[in-house]
């Protein structure tokens, strides 16, 4: 059964960093796709950073520069650092993998989410 595993949320101070991590296991298939979602009280779930396979990436226009994802294909983990953190990112934050099953057809997997707070 897939598993996806978050971990490194917490409080922050303005302008500090967190590195959260996703680990996935359980599949016999291969991940294309990883990435992050958010979601705020009172705001709908956002799409923050995507990653492929090869490492291409796509990030939401209020954290470029800020944050980036990376992955380690061996260990289907993927990474999301954030540095200069803003009270604004308040919110948890949930990993997902898009596991390949036949061509163009793929399963999503979510994280249990992991509360990030930026506050003073």
């Known amino acids: 059964q897939v598993q996806l595993v978050e971990s490194g949320g917490g409080l922050v101070q303005p302008g500090g960093s967190l590195r959260l991590s996703c680990a996935a296991s359980?599949?016999?298939?291969?991940?294309?796709?990883m990435g992050w979602y958010r979601q705020a009280p009172g705001k709908e779930r956002e799409l923050v950073t995507t990653?492929?396979?090869?490492?291409?990436?796509n990030y939401e226009d209020s954290v470029k520069g800020r944050f980036t994802i990376s992955r380690d294909n061996a260990k289907n983990t993927v990474l999301l650092e954030m540095n200069s953190l803003k009270p604004e990112d308040t919110a948890v934050y949930y990993c997902y993998a898009d596991y390949f099953v036949v061509r163009g057809v793929y399963h999503r997997y979510w994280g249990q989410g992991t509360q990030v707070t930026v506050s003073s």
């Open positions: 359980g599949s016999i298939f291969t991940i294309n796709t």
């Open positions: 990653i492929t396979s090869s490492g291409s990436t």
